[in-house]
């Protein structure tokens, strides 16, 4: 599974993990993606889309058919 949201564009975080003597060891903070089917009456078919969480209240809140649009007009494949 990749490890970004095909809507908000989340992309894993790097950091350090400190120990307790301060040692730095190189980390990354993945992101929480899930694969989600969304129906879409335009397309007549449904997608598989990788989201995060904020990726899905994107789409409740704005509407599935708007977010294809805008992931359309970026040249993103679904």
């Known amino acids: 599974m990749s490890n970004h949201c095909q809507v908000t564009g989340a992309n894993p975080s790097f950091g350090n993990t400190v120990s307790h003597s301060h ?4 980390r990354r903070w993945d992101v929480n993606v899930q ?10 078919r449904t997608i598989t889309l ?16 708007a977010v294809v649009a805008d992931m359309r007009s970026r040249g993103e494949r679904f």
């Open 35 to 44: 694969k989600k089917r969304y129906w879409v009456p335009s397309l007549g």
């Open 50 to 65: 990788t989201l995060n969480p904020r990726g899905m209240r994107t789409i409740d809140k704005r509407g599935i058919e």
């Open 23 to 26: 040692r730095r060891t190189r």
